[in-house]
């Protein structure tokens, strides 16, 4: 269990310097290969192996934490990445940064990206939701990412008046009053 758990963390390791490298492809193979490595030992899971997940040994707290917080990382990784390809599966996007929120719903990273994905997928209300969510937890960071969103071609065509409203304030207002934010770093 030990093992699998440290295998996973380099996995994700690796996924990381892929994504810095700027190789996403590459990346996501590392991510879903750290994500099979847990799979089977998460407790909340069913498991069709025999002495694994929840009739298996018991994680102590602390292997929990790790399994949980890889998992956690390996899908708001993997959603990053998935934004980084042409073309972009924006469900895929939506899906993953909802397993982030599950666990971790004030992550202003998964909030951005699962806003990212509910307005490429044409669910405005939604995507308003996540997007106001990740300003109001990260704002400065958030601004950067909207400004970065706005120069690659988010275009509001057929967006309604509130979507239109919402990225012309955080734009504006929030680049304003925090200036430039450094790049944004993997956990």
Not at 109 to 133: E, I, N, P, S, T
Not at 158 to 168: H, L, M, P, R
Request: some cysteine.
């Amino acid at each position: 269990m030990e093992k699998r758990l440290q295998e996973a963390q380099l996995y994700k390791q690796e996924g990381n310097h892929r994504y810095r490298e700027g190789k996403y492809r590459h990346a996501v193979s590392r991510y879903h290969r750290a994500l099979l490595q847990l799979r089977g030992l998460d407790p909340s899971l069913p498991s069709p192996i025999p002495n694994l997940g929840p009739q298996g040994p018991a994680l102590t707290p602390e292997q929990e934490n790790i399994l949980h917080t890889t998992q956690t990382d390996c899908y708001n990784n993997l959603a990053a990445c998935l934004l980084q390809m042409e073309p972009v599966n924006y469900e895929r996007v939506r899906e993953y940064s909802q397993k982030v929120l599950e666990r971790q719903p004030d992550n202003a990273k998964a909030l951005y990206r699962a806003g990212v994905a509910f307005f490429h997928l044409q669910d405005y209300d939604r995507a308003r939701h996540y997007l106001l969510a990740a300003i109001d937890r990260q704002p400065k960071g958030l601004a950067m990412a909207l400004q970065l969103s706005w120069e690659q071609g988010i275009t509001l065509c057929g967006a309604n008046k509130i979507v239109a409203e919402i990225f012309s304030f955080s734009i504006n207002s929030i680049l304003y009053q925090h200036g430039p934010y450094p790049s944004e770093t993997f956990t």
